[in-house]
């Protein structure tokens, strides 16, 4: 079983590193071309759960400079803990699917899914960089969650 995690594609806000809230951006040209380069990599495969992520990020850093998300969570939103849990779910829920799995969110949430994937904690989510409409694939290592690939751009 291997779970496809798919950021959204390139939005004017994500290219310029702000978080979007609750603002419904279109893709840029570029995000939708990285958008359709995924099409055959992701028709390649029978997916027996397709999950799409209704949430949106919000904008932080005017109000509290020096916030990070995996540590600070949301002001007036989500804690660290809560999105680990959420996420949690989210893994529980996978885990119970026999064969491949594709999971549509933003970046923030999929870092977070990574981290918990293998086992740590959900502040690990800083330390997977992940660009817009890449693909990442998390299997096993034997019986062991693994990251089998990451933050993969798909070349023209």
Do not use: K
């Amino acid at each position: 079983m291997n779970v496809f995690a798919i950021r959204h594609g390139e939005t004017a806000w994500s290219l310029g590193g702000q978080h979007t809230g609750t603002t419904d951006l279109p893709l840029t040209d570029n995000g939708r071309r990285r958008a359709e380069r995924l099409r055959p990599v992701l028709a390649a495969s029978a997916f027996n759960l397709v999950l799409c992520s209704p949430m949106r990020r919000a904008q932080i850093h005017e109000v509290a400079p020096g916030w990070l998300i995996f540590r600070d969570g949301c002001p007036g939103g989500e804690s660290p803990e809560q999105v680990g849990a959420r996420v949690d779910q989210v893994i529980a829920r996978s885990r119970t699917v026999d064969g491949d799995i594709a999971l549509f969110a933003h970046g923030h949430v999929l870092r977070v899914f990574a981290a918990r994937w293998i086992g740590l904690p959900p502040s690990g989510g800083q330390h997977f960089l992940l660009n817009t409409g890449t693909l990442c694939i998390l299997g096993y290592y034997g019986e062991i969650p693994a990251v089998r690939v990451w933050n993969e751009p798909l070349l023209d």
